[in-house]
């Protein structure tokens, strides 16, 4: 008991010295040894603390604690968050079970998080968007409803998300309307009023922000100007692909019709909450100083290289109280460089293309029944 | 009592929506239902008006108790 303590201790001795180095400054070589030996110890330490994830590793043949290279930490497939209820404390540390939001047909994931990971994630979503904010609060217009935080028991992604961001915000006003999610004008331009010439916070789900905000303001034909505004999005574009919203189209309508110049989207997912990748001023998602992304091929889970499309896995250091330190997302996406951005920060870069196609999920649908059954495939 | 760590005790059973009585130093952010996060907000806010200051984001963060509260609130030279 003693020494899983020790180790425990250890491990998130680690994990801060990692969150105290700045985000966007680790080189490749030394952030690739660093993230491998913490995500090693987090890959053992789940095996210690929760039973179904061990068994899992050794029904690939991981047993007893062997330092991984990154590429060959072991990962889940993110799904495996719908079906099972993945924990690596007792029940009496549980402080919070996060959900994804999803349609009724869909299962929703549960995330358990100690109050050690939400303390982690909250710093380390501090961390990254002071890079782009600065530490100041401003003041914050959230593109959404006021209803969609009162239920304060159950954490809707949504929710979540919107209070999370808060944090960043002062004099916080909502622009939408409860009853019919209609920009609500009138909030809007007290909210406008009372900050000119100041720098303000806009924040709201991407298919929020384009279907209930800038599209009726469009439509009102009622003329809306921002003077310093940066707007902050992030949920994907799943929803806005019927109308061939892409984020490029996305920014230039924003700052034409809205005169919105700051757009930043950013790329994160209930199972890894904190660990968040931002978009910069030329249009790239960077991964922080405690999380990296690799490509892989859906055929055979190899490690794709720069420039080659294939599924998203997620890396990161947060997650001590469930085992989601390394997931396969369902997204497709290519890295595009590593450190070598044109905005200075360090760190791979990537792209995400939108979901993997259904009909191609099916057809790896076999590997991925496998998973689910085995485990995760090692490359 | 000193008259700010007062108005402390009062901005705290304002925002919190709790008795006076249940403000001590040690009570901490999320450990009972009434201080959650979107009580924190309400709390950071009543905190900036009422003692005429402006918090910065790792504030928010670090106001993990009321007797932290204190010692952020003496950053911004309010004297107790």
Redesign the interface.
């Known amino acids: 008991m003693n020494s899983a303590n020790n180790n425990a201790a250890m491990l998130e001795d680690a994990v801060q010295s990692c969150m105290a180095q700045p985000v966007y400054g680790l080189p490749k070589l030394e952030k690739s040894q660093l993230l491998a030996e913490i995500l090693t110890r987090l890959t053992w330490h789940h095996a210690s603390a929760c039973p179904p994830y061990a068994r899992i590793l050794e029904a690939h043949g991981h047993s007893g604690p062997r330092p991984f290279a990154l590429e060959d930490i072991p990962f889940l497939p993110v799904r495996l968050f719908k079906d099972y209820e993945l924990s690596s404390i007792p029940d009496d540390q549980r ?1 919070k079970v996060l959900t994804s939001s999803g349609t009724t047909s869909q299962r929703v994931s549960k995330i358990i998080l100690d ?1 050690n990971t939400s303390t982690l994630q ?2 380390a979503l ?1 961390s990254i ?2 890079q782009f ?1 600065g ?3 401003l003041p914050m217009l959230i593109i959404d409803h006021p209803g969609v ?1 009162k239920d ?1 028991k159950t954490f809707s992604a949504r929710g979540a998300g919107i ?1 999370g961001l ?3 915000g ?3 006003a909502y622009a939408l309307r409860d009853e019919d999610l209609a920009p609500d004008m009138e909030t809007i331009a007290r909210f406008m009023q009372a900050h000119r010439g100041q720098r303000i916070l806009l924040f709201g789900f991407t298919f929020m922000v384009w279907k209930h905000f800038y599209k009726p303001i469009l439509d009102s034909g009622i003329s809306l100007s921002f003077e310093d505004a940066i707007l902050i999005h992030s949920g994907g574009w799943k929803k806005l692909q019927e109308e061939a919203v892409e984020n490029e189209i996305f920014k230039a309508s924003l700052k034409q019709a809205l005169n919105i110049t700051a757009v930043h989207n950013f790329y994160g997912m209930v199972e890894q909450v904190g660990s968040i990748f931002m978009e910069c001023e030329y249009g790239r998602l960077h991964t922080p100083a405690f999380a990296d992304v690799l490509v892989r091929n859906p055929r055979d889970w190899s490690v794709l290289p720069k420039g080659v499309k294939g599924l998203i896995q997620v890396l990161s250091l947060l997650p001590s109280s469930y085992p989601g330190h390394s997931l396969l997302t369902e997204d497709v996406g290519e890295w595009t460089g590593e450190d070598d951005c044109p905005c200075g920060r360090l760190g791979r870069t990537f792209k995400v293309y939108g979901r993997m196609a259904q009909a191609e999920l099916r057809g790896c649908g076999d590997t991925h029944a496998a998973m689910l059954e085995e485990g995760p495939i090692q490359s | 009592m000193s008259d700010n760590n007062d108005k402390l005790h009062q901005v705290f059973a304002d925002s919190l929506n709790i008795d006076r009585k249940r403000i001590t130093d040690s009570l901490g952010y999320n450990t009972i239902p009434e201080w959650d996060s979107v009580a924190h907000m309400a709390l950071i806010a009543a905190l900036e008006n009422d003692f005429d200051i402006m918090l910065d984001t790792d504030d928010i963060v670090d106001m993990s108790s009321v007797a932290k509260a204190r010692e952020i609130l003496s950053k911004y030279d309010v004297q107790f």
């Open positions: 402080f109050r909250t710093r501090i968007l002071q904010l530490k100041a609060r935080i304060r209070l808060s944090n960043f002062r004099n916080h």
